[in-house]
Protein backbone atom coordinates (compact mmCIF):
# COMPACT_ATOMS: atom_id res chain seq x y z
CA UNK A 1 0.00 0.00 0.00
CA UNK A 2 1.72 3.33 -1.19
CA UNK A 3 0.88 6.37 1.20
CA UNK A 4 -2.18 7.85 -0.79
CA UNK A 5 -3.94 4.58 -0.95
CA UNK A 6 -5.77 4.47 1.59
CA UNK A 7 -9.37 3.88 0.61
CA UNK A 8 -10.47 0.44 1.52
CA UNK A 9 -13.15 -1.17 -0.31
CA UNK A 10 -14.03 -5.33 -0.85
CA UNK A 11 -10.87 -6.40 0.54
CA UNK A 12 -8.56 -3.99 -1.69
CA UNK A 13 -6.84 -0.87 -1.03
CA UNK A 14 -7.03 2.17 -3.72
CA UNK A 15 -6.92 5.67 -4.30
CA UNK A 16 -9.67 7.81 -4.49
CA UNK A 17 -11.68 7.56 -7.85
CA UNK A 18 -11.17 11.49 -8.33
CA UNK A 19 -6.91 10.78 -7.84
CA UNK A 20 -7.40 13.31 -5.09
CA UNK A 21 -5.17 13.31 -2.61
CA UNK A 22 -5.05 15.34 1.31
CA UNK A 23 -1.73 16.09 3.08
CA UNK A 24 -2.53 15.63 6.67
CA UNK A 25 -0.58 17.85 8.96
CA UNK A 26 1.78 17.26 12.09
CA UNK A 27 0.35 19.42 14.62
CA UNK A 28 3.44 20.29 16.73
CA UNK A 29 4.90 21.96 13.28
CA UNK A 30 2.55 22.11 10.60
CA UNK A 31 4.88 20.31 8.47
CA UNK A 32 3.05 17.17 6.20
CA UNK A 33 2.83 14.24 7.90
CA UNK A 34 1.34 11.67 5.56
CA UNK A 35 -0.66 12.13 2.26
CA UNK A 36 -3.77 10.29 1.99
CA UNK A 37 -6.76 9.46 -0.37
CA UNK A 38 -8.96 12.40 -0.64
CA UNK A 39 -12.60 10.13 -1.30
CA UNK A 40 -15.38 11.75 -2.35
CA UNK A 41 -19.37 10.37 -2.76
CA UNK A 42 -18.25 7.74 -5.96
CA UNK A 43 -15.76 6.49 -3.50
CA UNK A 44 -18.27 5.97 -0.44
CA UNK A 45 -20.93 4.28 -2.90
CA UNK A 46 -18.68 1.95 -4.21
CA UNK A 47 -17.44 1.24 0.07
CA UNK A 48 -21.24 0.89 0.72
CA UNK A 49 -22.01 -1.62 -2.31
CA UNK A 50 -19.23 -3.88 -1.15
CA UNK A 51 -20.42 -3.52 2.49
CA UNK A 52 -23.99 -4.26 1.09
CA UNK A 53 -22.77 -7.34 -0.79
CA UNK A 54 -20.74 -8.81 2.20
CA UNK A 55 -23.55 -8.50 3.74
CA UNK A 56 -26.33 -9.69 2.35
CA UNK A 57 -24.75 -12.85 0.59
CA UNK A 58 -21.35 -12.90 2.86
CA UNK A 59 -20.02 -15.71 5.72
CA UNK A 60 -19.60 -12.88 8.41
CA UNK A 61 -23.26 -12.42 9.36
CA UNK A 62 -23.88 -15.95 9.57
CA UNK A 63 -20.21 -16.83 11.33
CA UNK A 64 -20.57 -18.66 14.85
CA UNK A 65 -20.67 -16.43 17.62
CA UNK A 66 -17.42 -18.27 18.98
CA UNK A 67 -15.34 -17.62 15.63
CA UNK A 68 -16.53 -13.56 15.83
CA UNK A 69 -15.25 -13.50 18.51
CA UNK A 70 -12.07 -15.44 18.21
CA UNK A 71 -11.46 -12.91 15.20
CA UNK A 72 -11.90 -10.33 17.72
CA UNK A 73 -9.72 -11.20 20.33
CA UNK A 74 -7.13 -11.73 17.26
CA UNK A 75 -7.47 -8.19 16.74
CA UNK A 76 -6.55 -7.60 20.41
CA UNK A 77 -3.26 -9.31 20.18
CA UNK A 78 -2.20 -7.81 16.73
CA UNK A 79 -2.69 -4.56 18.54
CA UNK A 80 -0.41 -5.57 21.02
CA UNK A 81 2.24 -7.03 19.04
CA UNK A 82 2.00 -3.38 16.79
CA UNK A 83 1.67 -1.22 20.03
CA UNK A 84 4.46 0.95 19.80
CA UNK A 85 4.01 1.92 16.04
CA UNK A 86 0.41 2.52 16.57
CA UNK A 87 0.75 5.00 19.39
CA UNK A 88 3.78 6.87 17.63
CA UNK A 89 1.27 7.37 14.75
CA UNK A 90 -1.37 8.62 16.87
CA UNK A 91 1.01 10.42 19.05
CA UNK A 92 1.94 12.15 15.49
CA UNK A 93 -1.31 12.33 14.09
CA UNK A 94 -3.37 14.14 16.88
CA UNK A 95 -0.74 15.62 18.66
CA UNK A 96 -0.90 13.68 21.93
CA UNK A 97 2.23 12.59 24.42
CA UNK A 98 3.27 9.08 23.43
CA UNK A 99 2.21 7.95 26.71
CA UNK A 100 -1.29 8.66 26.21
CA UNK A 101 -1.20 6.96 22.72
CA UNK A 102 0.16 3.92 23.70
CA UNK A 103 -2.76 4.02 26.50
CA UNK A 104 -4.88 4.39 23.82
CA UNK A 105 -4.31 1.22 22.30
CA UNK A 106 -4.10 -0.90 25.56
CA UNK A 107 -7.50 0.66 25.56
CA UNK A 108 -8.55 -0.71 22.20
CA UNK A 109 -7.47 -3.58 22.68
CA UNK A 110 -9.52 -3.73 25.81
CA UNK A 111 -12.37 -3.02 23.85
CA UNK A 112 -12.04 -5.78 21.06
CA UNK A 113 -11.73 -8.36 24.01
CA UNK A 114 -14.39 -6.73 25.89
CA UNK A 115 -16.77 -7.20 22.79
CA UNK A 116 -15.14 -10.86 22.04
CA UNK A 117 -16.83 -11.68 25.65
CA UNK A 118 -19.76 -9.99 26.17
CA UNK A 119 -21.09 -11.67 22.63
CA UNK A 120 -20.08 -14.86 23.85
CA UNK A 121 -21.33 -14.40 27.09
CA UNK A 122 -24.72 -13.43 26.13
CA UNK A 123 -25.70 -16.35 24.00
CA UNK A 124 -28.00 -16.33 20.95
CA UNK A 125 -31.08 -15.47 22.89
CA UNK A 126 -33.58 -16.05 25.15
CA UNK A 127 -36.31 -18.52 25.36
CA UNK A 128 -39.58 -16.49 26.14
CA UNK A 129 -42.71 -17.85 27.67
CA UNK A 130 -45.73 -17.78 25.33
CA UNK A 131 -47.81 -19.52 27.93
CA UNK A 132 -48.61 -22.39 25.84
CA UNK A 133 -46.91 -25.82 26.60
CA UNK A 134 -47.07 -26.38 22.09
CA UNK A 135 -45.86 -23.07 21.58
CA UNK A 136 -41.89 -22.09 21.63
CA UNK A 137 -40.99 -18.61 21.01
CA UNK A 138 -37.70 -17.24 21.51
CA UNK A 139 -36.10 -13.37 20.89
CA UNK A 140 -32.82 -13.88 19.09
CA UNK A 141 -30.43 -11.15 18.48
CA UNK A 142 -29.71 -10.37 14.83
CA UNK A 143 -27.63 -8.02 13.25
CA UNK A 144 -28.43 -4.69 11.88
CA UNK A 145 -26.62 -4.82 8.82
CA UNK A 146 -24.49 -2.32 7.02
CA UNK A 147 -23.30 -0.02 9.53
CA UNK A 148 -21.74 3.81 8.63
CA UNK A 149 -19.23 4.73 11.31
CA UNK A 150 -18.23 7.98 11.70
CA UNK A 151 -15.48 9.74 14.18
CA UNK A 152 -13.94 12.43 15.37
CA UNK A 153 -9.95 13.32 15.27
CA UNK A 154 -9.42 13.55 18.93
CA UNK A 155 -9.18 9.74 20.00
CA UNK A 156 -9.59 8.73 16.59
CA UNK A 157 -8.79 4.49 17.71
CA UNK A 158 -10.24 4.74 20.44
CA UNK A 159 -13.76 5.89 19.09
CA UNK A 160 -13.06 3.91 15.85
CA UNK A 161 -13.29 0.55 18.33
CA UNK A 162 -16.20 2.06 20.51
CA UNK A 163 -17.93 0.99 16.97
CA UNK A 164 -16.26 -1.59 14.89
CA UNK A 165 -15.48 -3.69 17.57
CA UNK A 166 -19.55 -4.13 19.12
CA UNK A 167 -20.37 -4.18 15.20
CA UNK A 168 -17.96 -6.95 14.06
CA UNK A 169 -19.18 -8.98 17.29
CA UNK A 170 -23.03 -8.91 16.38
CA UNK A 171 -22.20 -9.82 12.58
CA UNK A 172 -22.25 -6.81 10.66
CA UNK A 173 -20.79 -5.12 7.80
CA UNK A 174 -19.83 -1.63 8.24
CA UNK A 175 -17.64 1.45 6.04
CA UNK A 176 -16.08 3.86 8.90
CA UNK A 177 -14.79 7.37 7.63
CA UNK A 178 -12.16 8.77 10.25
CA UNK A 179 -11.90 12.16 11.05
CA UNK A 180 -9.96 13.97 7.94
CA UNK A 181 -7.66 15.89 10.15
CA UNK A 182 -6.56 12.55 11.76
CA UNK A 183 -7.16 9.55 9.50
CA UNK A 184 -4.02 7.15 9.84
CA UNK A 185 -4.23 5.23 12.80
CA UNK A 186 -7.81 3.88 11.46
CA UNK A 187 -5.41 2.82 8.41
CA UNK A 188 -3.55 1.07 10.74
CA UNK A 189 -6.34 -0.73 12.02
CA UNK A 190 -8.15 -1.69 8.99
CA UNK A 191 -4.65 -3.66 7.98
CA UNK A 192 -5.13 -5.49 11.25
CA UNK A 193 -8.75 -6.37 10.72
CA UNK A 194 -7.44 -8.12 7.38
CA UNK A 195 -4.59 -9.63 8.55
CA UNK A 196 -6.58 -10.97 11.42
CA UNK A 197 -8.52 -13.14 9.20
CA UNK A 198 -11.91 -10.77 8.36
CA UNK A 199 -13.47 -11.43 5.23
CA UNK A 200 -13.07 -9.13 2.28
CA UNK A 201 -16.42 -6.76 1.86
CA UNK A 202 -17.00 -6.34 5.82
CA UNK A 203 -14.64 -3.98 6.88
CA UNK A 204 -14.43 -0.76 4.57
CA UNK A 205 -12.85 2.76 4.84
CA UNK A 206 -12.99 5.89 2.89
CA UNK A 207 -10.74 8.94 3.92
CA UNK A 208 -12.26 11.96 3.28
CA UNK A 209 -14.12 15.12 4.28
CA UNK A 210 -17.21 14.77 6.25
CA UNK A 211 -19.31 16.61 3.72
CA UNK A 212 -19.17 14.34 1.22
CA UNK A 213 -18.29 11.11 2.59
CA UNK A 214 -19.98 11.82 6.44
CA UNK A 215 -22.88 13.15 4.57
CA UNK A 216 -23.63 10.30 1.92
CA UNK A 217 -22.96 7.70 4.12
CA UNK A 218 -25.54 9.34 6.38
CA UNK A 219 -28.28 9.60 3.38
CA UNK A 220 -27.23 6.23 1.60
CA UNK A 221 -30.26 4.07 1.25
CA UNK A 222 -27.67 1.14 1.42
CA UNK A 223 -26.74 2.10 5.09
CA UNK A 224 -29.14 0.65 7.86
CA UNK A 225 -27.01 1.90 10.79
CA UNK A 226 -24.96 5.28 10.97
CA UNK A 227 -22.92 5.86 14.51
CA UNK A 228 -21.69 9.40 14.84
CA UNK A 229 -18.80 10.33 17.31
CA UNK A 230 -18.16 14.07 16.80
CA UNK A 231 -19.68 17.24 17.07
CA UNK A 232 -23.45 18.81 17.78
CA UNK A 233 -23.33 20.47 14.66
CA UNK A 234 -22.36 18.09 12.46
CA UNK A 235 -24.36 15.23 14.57
CA UNK A 236 -27.53 17.37 13.62
CA UNK A 237 -26.87 16.78 9.76
CA UNK A 238 -26.07 13.32 10.02
CA UNK A 239 -29.68 13.14 11.51
CA UNK A 240 -31.12 15.38 9.53
CA UNK A 241 -29.65 12.95 6.46
CA UNK A 242 -30.69 10.02 7.84
CA UNK A 243 -34.04 10.56 8.63
CA UNK A 244 -35.57 10.47 5.30
CA UNK A 245 -34.41 6.76 4.81
CA UNK A 246 -35.44 5.60 8.68
CA UNK A 247 -31.77 4.00 9.49
CA UNK A 248 -31.02 3.93 12.84
CA UNK A 249 -29.12 6.91 14.34
CA UNK A 250 -26.54 7.01 17.58
CA UNK A 251 -24.87 10.33 18.07
CA UNK A 252 -21.81 10.62 20.52
CA UNK A 253 -21.73 14.61 20.82
CA UNK A 254 -20.24 17.04 22.93
CA UNK A 255 -19.86 17.89 26.17
CA UNK A 256 -19.96 20.73 28.44
CA UNK A 257 -18.42 18.88 31.80
CA UNK A 258 -18.74 20.02 35.82
CA UNK A 259 -16.57 19.17 37.94
CA UNK A 260 -18.10 20.15 41.71
CA UNK A 261 -15.50 20.17 44.57
CA UNK A 262 -16.86 20.90 48.15
CA UNK A 263 -14.91 22.47 50.84
CA UNK A 264 -14.90 19.70 52.68
CA UNK A 265 -13.23 17.76 49.54
CA UNK A 266 -9.79 19.92 50.67
CA UNK A 267 -9.82 19.38 54.33
CA UNK A 268 -6.46 18.26 54.52
CA UNK A 269 -3.51 18.82 52.57
CA UNK A 270 -3.39 15.75 50.96
CA UNK A 271 -7.00 15.93 50.17
CA UNK A 272 -6.61 19.50 48.89
CA UNK A 273 -3.79 18.30 46.56
CA UNK A 274 -6.03 15.36 45.38
CA UNK A 275 -8.65 17.56 44.35
CA UNK A 276 -6.53 19.86 42.33
CA UNK A 277 -4.66 17.93 40.79
CA UNK A 278 -7.49 15.92 39.48
CA UNK A 279 -8.72 19.20 38.38
CA UNK A 280 -5.55 19.88 36.34
CA UNK A 281 -6.18 16.28 34.97
CA UNK A 282 -9.83 17.02 33.86
CA UNK A 283 -9.36 20.21 32.12
CA UNK A 284 -5.94 19.58 30.74
CA UNK A 285 -5.44 16.16 29.48
CA UNK A 286 -4.77 16.06 25.72
CA UNK A 287 -5.00 19.82 25.99
CA UNK A 288 -8.43 19.95 26.96
CA UNK A 289 -9.14 17.87 23.67
CA UNK A 290 -11.39 15.40 25.75
CA UNK A 291 -15.25 15.49 24.83
CA UNK A 292 -15.47 14.58 29.32
CA UNK A 293 -12.89 17.17 29.72
CA UNK A 294 -13.64 19.15 32.93
CA UNK A 295 -13.79 22.43 31.96
CA UNK A 296 -16.07 23.97 34.23
CA UNK A 297 -15.02 23.92 37.99
CA UNK A 298 -17.95 24.73 39.99
CA UNK A 299 -15.90 25.03 43.49
CA UNK A 300 -17.35 26.11 46.84
CA UNK A 301 -16.51 29.72 47.50
CA UNK A 302 -14.75 29.48 50.86
CA UNK A 303 -12.30 27.40 49.32
CA UNK A 304 -12.21 28.93 45.81
CA UNK A 305 -9.40 31.51 46.15
CA UNK A 306 -6.61 28.95 47.79
CA UNK A 307 -8.04 26.16 44.59
CA UNK A 308 -7.74 28.30 41.75
CA UNK A 309 -4.47 30.25 42.91
CA UNK A 310 -2.85 26.60 43.32
CA UNK A 311 -4.74 25.10 40.26
CA UNK A 312 -3.40 28.30 38.56
CA UNK A 313 0.47 27.82 39.50
CA UNK A 314 0.50 24.26 38.93
CA UNK A 315 -0.70 24.37 35.20
CA UNK A 316 1.52 27.27 34.37
CA UNK A 317 4.19 24.67 35.08
CA UNK A 318 2.60 22.19 32.45
CA UNK A 319 5.42 21.09 30.04
CA UNK A 320 4.28 22.16 26.39
CA UNK A 321 6.16 20.15 23.55
CA UNK A 322 5.71 17.46 20.70
CA UNK A 323 3.86 14.58 22.13
CA UNK A 324 6.89 12.34 21.07
CA UNK A 325 9.89 13.99 23.15
CA UNK A 326 10.83 13.02 26.63
CA UNK A 327 9.18 14.66 29.53
CA UNK A 328 6.04 17.19 27.43
CA UNK A 329 3.26 16.74 29.33
CA UNK A 330 0.79 17.90 26.81
CA UNK A 331 0.51 18.29 23.12
CA UNK A 332 -0.38 20.85 20.92
CA UNK A 333 -3.81 21.51 19.56
CA UNK A 334 -5.32 19.58 16.79
CA UNK A 335 -4.87 21.97 14.00
CA UNK A 336 -4.96 25.84 13.33
CA UNK A 337 -8.58 26.05 13.35
CA UNK A 338 -8.57 24.97 17.13
CA UNK A 339 -5.79 27.35 17.93
CA UNK A 340 -7.85 29.86 16.39
CA UNK A 341 -11.16 28.80 18.34
CA UNK A 342 -9.20 28.98 21.12
CA UNK A 343 -8.26 32.09 21.27
CA UNK A 344 -11.45 33.35 20.03
CA UNK A 345 -13.11 31.78 23.39
CA UNK A 346 -10.44 33.11 26.11
CA UNK A 347 -11.03 36.71 23.88
CA UNK A 348 -14.37 36.62 24.53
CA UNK A 349 -14.14 35.14 27.95
CA UNK A 350 -11.96 38.51 28.44
CA UNK A 351 -14.60 40.90 27.13
CA UNK A 352 -16.96 39.13 28.98
CA UNK A 353 -15.65 39.77 32.23
CA UNK A 354 -13.40 37.09 33.26
CA UNK A 355 -10.50 36.71 35.14
CA UNK A 356 -6.78 35.69 33.48
CA UNK A 357 -5.16 33.53 36.36
CA UNK A 358 -2.89 32.34 33.95
CA UNK A 359 -2.33 31.29 30.11
CA UNK A 360 -4.19 33.01 27.52
CA UNK A 361 -1.69 33.11 24.76
CA UNK A 362 0.53 31.15 23.39
CA UNK A 363 3.58 30.14 24.56
CA UNK A 364 7.44 31.07 23.83
CA UNK A 365 8.43 28.71 21.25
CA UNK A 366 11.66 26.29 22.00
CA UNK A 367 13.77 22.72 21.56
CA UNK A 368 10.52 20.86 21.68
CA UNK A 369 8.36 23.61 20.42
CA UNK A 370 8.17 24.55 17.25
CA UNK A 371 7.22 27.87 16.49
CA UNK A 372 4.82 26.81 14.22
CA UNK A 373 3.21 24.42 15.95
CA UNK A 374 -0.48 24.99 17.45
CA UNK A 375 0.42 25.25 20.96
CA UNK A 376 -1.73 27.20 23.67
CA UNK A 377 -0.66 27.76 27.53
CA UNK A 378 -3.31 25.86 29.92
CA UNK A 379 -5.64 28.60 30.75
CA UNK A 380 -7.53 29.20 34.22
CA UNK A 381 -10.29 31.48 33.98
CA UNK A 382 -11.66 32.83 37.55
CA UNK A 383 -14.88 35.39 38.03
CA UNK A 384 -17.29 33.60 35.29
CA UNK A 385 -20.79 32.74 35.00
CA UNK A 386 -23.23 31.15 33.45
CA UNK A 387 -24.13 33.62 30.93
CA UNK A 388 -20.73 33.89 29.57
CA UNK A 389 -19.79 32.05 26.11
CA UNK A 390 -16.95 30.16 27.24
CA UNK A 391 -19.10 28.60 30.29
CA UNK A 392 -22.08 27.64 28.02
CA UNK A 393 -20.13 26.45 24.68
CA UNK A 394 -18.02 23.37 24.93
CA UNK A 395 -14.62 25.46 24.10
CA UNK A 396 -12.54 21.67 23.50
CA UNK A 397 -9.12 23.16 24.14
CA UNK A 398 -7.05 24.11 27.12
CA UNK A 399 -9.62 26.28 28.89
CA UNK A 400 -11.11 26.02 32.57
CA UNK A 401 -13.35 28.12 33.76
CA UNK A 402 -14.04 28.95 37.09
CA UNK A 403 -17.40 29.25 38.79
CA UNK A 404 -18.63 29.17 42.71
CA UNK A 405 -21.50 28.04 44.45
CA UNK A 406 -22.55 28.41 48.31
CA UNK A 407 -25.16 25.59 49.28
CA UNK A 408 -25.44 22.10 47.01
CA UNK A 409 -28.76 22.63 45.77
CA UNK A 410 -26.69 26.17 44.27
CA UNK A 411 -24.14 23.59 42.80
CA UNK A 412 -26.72 21.04 41.34
CA UNK A 413 -28.23 23.73 39.46
CA UNK A 414 -24.92 25.33 38.16
CA UNK A 415 -23.57 21.64 37.06
CA UNK A 416 -26.89 21.34 35.27
CA UNK A 417 -26.89 24.41 33.32
CA UNK A 418 -25.62 23.22 30.24
CA UNK A 419 -27.52 22.18 26.66
CA UNK A 420 -24.81 19.00 26.84
CA UNK A 421 -25.10 16.20 29.62
CA UNK A 422 -22.19 13.69 29.39
CA UNK A 423 -19.83 13.76 32.16
CA UNK A 424 -18.89 15.34 35.62
CA UNK A 425 -17.82 14.78 38.84
CA UNK A 426 -18.82 15.80 42.30
CA UNK A 427 -15.74 15.78 45.34
CA UNK A 428 -16.95 15.97 48.78
CA UNK A 429 -15.71 13.82 51.94
CA UNK A 430 -19.56 13.38 52.67
CA UNK A 431 -21.15 10.10 51.63
CA UNK A 432 -25.01 11.08 51.81
CA UNK A 433 -24.26 14.24 49.59
CA UNK A 434 -21.85 12.54 47.30
CA UNK A 435 -24.61 10.09 46.20
CA UNK A 436 -27.67 12.95 46.67
CA UNK A 437 -25.45 15.05 44.24
CA UNK A 438 -24.49 11.73 41.60
CA UNK A 439 -28.14 11.27 41.81
CA UNK A 440 -29.08 14.41 40.97
CA UNK A 441 -26.78 15.41 38.13
CA UNK A 442 -28.14 14.98 34.61
CA UNK A 443 -25.05 13.97 32.95
CA UNK A 444 -24.56 10.03 31.80
CA UNK A 445 -21.62 9.34 33.49
CA UNK A 446 -21.23 11.11 37.08
CA UNK A 447 -17.89 10.13 39.13
CA UNK A 448 -17.52 10.85 42.87
CA UNK A 449 -13.87 11.72 43.98
CA UNK A 450 -12.81 10.77 40.48
CA UNK A 451 -12.37 12.58 37.01
CA UNK A 452 -12.23 10.46 33.52
CA UNK A 453 -12.30 6.79 34.06
CA UNK A 454 -14.30 4.89 31.84
CA UNK A 455 -14.72 0.89 32.04
CA UNK A 456 -15.38 -0.85 28.36
CA UNK A 457 -17.90 -2.67 30.41
CA UNK A 458 -19.97 0.22 31.83
CA UNK A 459 -22.38 2.38 29.32
CA UNK A 460 -21.02 5.86 27.60
CA UNK A 461 -23.13 8.58 26.53
CA UNK A 462 -24.82 11.98 26.81
CA UNK A 463 -27.76 13.18 28.29
CA UNK A 464 -29.28 16.16 26.46
CA UNK A 465 -27.44 17.39 23.04
CA UNK A 466 -24.24 15.19 24.24
CA UNK A 467 -25.88 12.33 22.40
CA UNK A 468 -28.47 9.33 22.05
CA UNK A 469 -27.65 5.96 22.12
CA UNK A 470 -24.76 4.57 24.45
CA UNK A 471 -21.33 3.10 23.45
CA UNK A 472 -19.85 0.58 25.40
CA UNK A 473 -21.36 -1.97 28.37
CA UNK A 474 -24.07 -4.54 26.93
CA UNK A 475 -26.41 -1.31 25.52
CA UNK A 476 -23.37 -0.55 23.03
CA UNK A 477 -23.66 -4.03 22.18
CA UNK A 478 -27.34 -4.18 21.68
CA UNK A 479 -26.54 -0.46 19.68
CA UNK A 480 -25.55 -2.88 16.40
CA UNK A 481 -28.29 -5.70 17.02
CA UNK A 482 -31.64 -6.04 15.64
CA UNK A 483 -33.75 -7.94 18.11
CA UNK A 484 -36.21 -10.56 16.57
CA UNK A 485 -39.57 -12.70 17.95
CA UNK A 486 -39.63 -16.20 16.65
CA UNK A 487 -42.49 -17.78 17.14
CA UNK A 488 -43.26 -21.11 16.60
CA UNK A 489 -46.36 -23.19 17.11
CA UNK A 490 -45.52 -26.57 17.38
CA UNK A 491 -49.48 -28.06 17.27
CA UNK A 492 -51.28 -25.36 14.85
CA UNK A 493 -54.66 -26.08 14.55
CA UNK A 494 -57.54 -23.79 12.25
CA UNK A 495 -58.41 -20.25 14.17
CA UNK A 496 -61.78 -20.14 13.13
CA UNK A 497 -62.34 -16.42 13.65
CA UNK A 498 -64.12 -17.04 9.88
CA UNK A 499 -66.75 -18.52 10.00
CA UNK A 500 -67.52 -19.17 6.18
P1 LIG B 1 -16.75 17.06 13.87
O1 LIG B 1 -18.21 17.03 14.13
O2 LIG B 1 -16.17 18.22 13.19
O3 LIG B 1 -16.31 15.79 13.01
C1 LIG B 1 -16.58 14.48 13.44
C2 LIG B 1 -16.66 13.59 12.22
O4 LIG B 1 -17.81 13.94 11.47
C3 LIG B 1 -15.47 13.75 11.26
O5 LIG B 1 -15.15 12.50 10.73
C4 LIG B 1 -16.03 14.67 10.21
O6 LIG B 1 -15.39 14.56 8.97
C5 LIG B 1 -17.46 14.19 10.12
N1 LIG B 1 -18.42 15.15 9.58
C6 LIG B 1 -18.33 16.49 9.53
N2 LIG B 1 -19.42 17.00 8.93
C7 LIG B 1 -20.22 15.96 8.60
C8 LIG B 1 -21.48 15.84 7.97
N3 LIG B 1 -22.15 16.90 7.51
N4 LIG B 1 -22.00 14.61 7.81
C9 LIG B 1 -21.36 13.53 8.27
N5 LIG B 1 -20.14 13.57 8.87
C10 LIG B 1 -19.59 14.78 9.03
O7 LIG B 1 -16.07 16.79 15.28
P2 LIG B 1 -14.52 16.81 15.60
O8 LIG B 1 -14.11 18.24 15.64
O9 LIG B 1 -13.80 15.84 14.74
O10 LIG B 1 -14.49 16.19 17.08
C11 LIG B 1 -14.70 16.92 18.21
C12 LIG B 1 -16.10 16.70 18.73
O11 LIG B 1 -16.32 15.32 18.98
C13 LIG B 1 -16.32 17.38 20.06
O12 LIG B 1 -17.57 18.02 20.07
C14 LIG B 1 -16.28 16.23 21.06
O13 LIG B 1 -16.95 16.49 22.26
C15 LIG B 1 -16.91 15.14 20.27
N6 LIG B 1 -16.58 13.85 20.84
C16 LIG B 1 -17.55 13.17 21.53
C17 LIG B 1 -17.25 11.96 22.13
C18 LIG B 1 -18.29 11.20 22.91
O14 LIG B 1 -18.02 10.08 23.29
N7 LIG B 1 -19.47 11.75 23.16
C19 LIG B 1 -15.96 11.43 22.01
C20 LIG B 1 -14.99 12.14 21.30
C21 LIG B 1 -15.31 13.35 20.72
Sequence with gaps: MSSVETIHVDGEWRGAASGAQREVLDPADAKTLAVVSEGGADDTDAAVTAARRAFDTGSWPHTPVAERAALLRRVADLLVRDREEIALTESRDT??????????????????????????????????????????????????????????????????????APALAAGNTFVIKPSEVTPLSTVLLVKLLAEAGLPAGVANLVTGAGDPVGARLSEH???????????????????????????????ELGGKNPNVVFADACATDEDFDTAVDQALNAAFIHSGQVCSAGSRLIVEESVRERFVAELARRAEKIKLGRGTEEGVECGPLVSAQQLDKTEAYVASALAEGAVLRCGGSQPEPNEVRPAAGYFYAPTVLDGCHREMKVVREETFGPILTVETFRTEDEAVALANDTEYGLAGAVWTKDAGRARRVAGRLRHGTVWINDFHPYLPQAEWGGFGKSGTGRELGPTGLAEYREAKHVYQNLAPEPVRWFAG
Excluded at 222 to 234: A, R, W
Excluded at 241 to 250: E, F, I, N, R
Design 221 to 251: PGVDLVSFTGGLTSGVKVAQAAAPTVKKVAL
Design 95 to 164: GKTLAEGRIDVDCVADAFRYFADLVVAEGAGRVVDAGSATVHSVVVHEPVGVCALITPWNYPLLQASWKI
